[in-house]
């Protein structure tokens, strides 16, 4: 049987894991090389491997909780933090981590942030002081995660879409990112705009307002807003973000975002 067949059978019945051990340790350390991912863009559409997320589960289940320093830290955990980060071209400053099973590409910078086993970072992207990037979140290249920015984590069910932030968005202080949402190329989200599959994001650009959910579309500026809903109680605002304008089409995306945060006034 494949790995991958191995891992499926023991997912469905774990008096089977004994036989897909070395199958999903094997997995785990393609993982971290970074030659196979939880989800990948083909033809324009994120599809996400299921039995690859299976396998982190699996590894869960199978690490005992061991002692381990990291120069003055010292950790209890399952699962080790990521070796080799200078013959890998990542840097990560004192006590930023990167857990085994996660792979960063060569120029990411991790400021004391956090990158959890089955993410995937792309080259260029810096993940600011005390930012996350949750388990199986899939990350461009040349983002910017600002201080505090929350990447959600995504394991169950294990066809479940991770959060995906794709290449050159900036995404500003104190944001929050979870279930699944997918933040494509390019856009800007502002200081605490928060985003969940429920929460709409609404274009009000236009005479009318155009909404979305689980999606923010390439190149838009977001702000956080809210929009009114009855209840017995009354009327309350709930969450919303606001998408209100796009970063120009430039060959120099720095300058196009700085343009977009002086033209839209974004708090990042």
Known sequence: MSDRELI?????DLSLLDDAREAVER?????????????KKSEGEWAVNRWVKEAIMLYFRMRPLSASNAGPFEYHDKIETKHNLAEAGV???????IRYGAFCEPGVVVMPGYVNIGAWVGSGTMIDTWATV?????????????????IGGVL???GARPVIIEDGAFIGSRCVVVEGVVVEEGAVLGANVVLSSSIPVIDVTGPEPVEHRGRVPARSVVI???????????????PAALIIGKRSESTDDKTSLNDALRTFGVQV
Request: glycine share 16%; net charge positive; proline share 12%.
């Open 134 to 150: 949750g388990s199986c979140a899939q990350i461009g290249r040349n983002v910017h995660l600002s201080g505090g920015v929350g």
């Open 224 to 238: 956080p807003g809210t929009r009114p809903k009855e209840f017995p109680a009354g009327t309350y605002q709930l």
């Open 91 to 97: 840097r990560v400053v004192p006590p930023g981590t």
């Open 8 to 12: 499926e059978a023991a997912f469905a």
């Open 27 to 39: 997995t785990i350390a393609l993982l971290d090389r970074g030659e196979v991912r939880v989800a």
């Open 156 to 158: 169950e069910p294990p």
